[in-house]
């Protein structure tokens, strides 16, 4: 079965950096557009940022300019080179793969989610 794992979160300090990965197996990598979603305690999980197949990002508002989501379909991997980082941003980080993306900004978009990663920016 289809698999995404998350790896690289931890706990940092405000203005600190943090580079995840979602790796993914049993999918054909290429034909998904990947996302990145987060849930902090007690909220809803929100949309960060995502990547289409032709390579197009998008980002939420809280996060342009500081995050960068990139893909390299040769690893099968999804990054998210997370800057200047702040409290807010204390999160569980998941990753998700749609194969029938619209607007890509909607959890109901995706098909297949990992188990997410922590990341606590201390401040």
């Known amino acids: 079965q289809v698999q995404l794992v998350e790896s690289g979160g931890g706990l940092v300090q405000d203005g600190d950096s943090l580079r995840l990965s979602c790796a993914a197996s049993?999918?054909?990598?290429?034909?998904?557009?990947m996302g990145w979603f987060r849930q902090a305690p007690g909220k809803e999980r929100e949309f960060v940022t995502a990547?289409?197949?032709?390579?197009?990002?998008y980002y939420a508002d809280s996060v342009r300019g500081r995050f960068t989501i990139s893909r390299d379909n040769t690893e099968n991997t999804v990054y998210l080179q997370l800057n200047s980082l702040k409290s807010e941003d204390t999160a569980v980080y998941y990753c998700?793969?749609?194969?029938?993306?619209?607007?890509?900004?909607?959890?109901?978009?995706?098909?297949?989610w990992g188990q997410g990663t922590q990341v606590t920016v201390s401040s």
């Open positions: 049993r999918l054909t990598f290429s034909l998904y557009a």
């Open positions: 990547i289409d197949r032709d390579y197009t990002t």
């Open positions: 998700a793969a749609s194969i029938r993306p619209r607007t890509l900004l909607n959890l109901y978009e995706y098909d297949y």
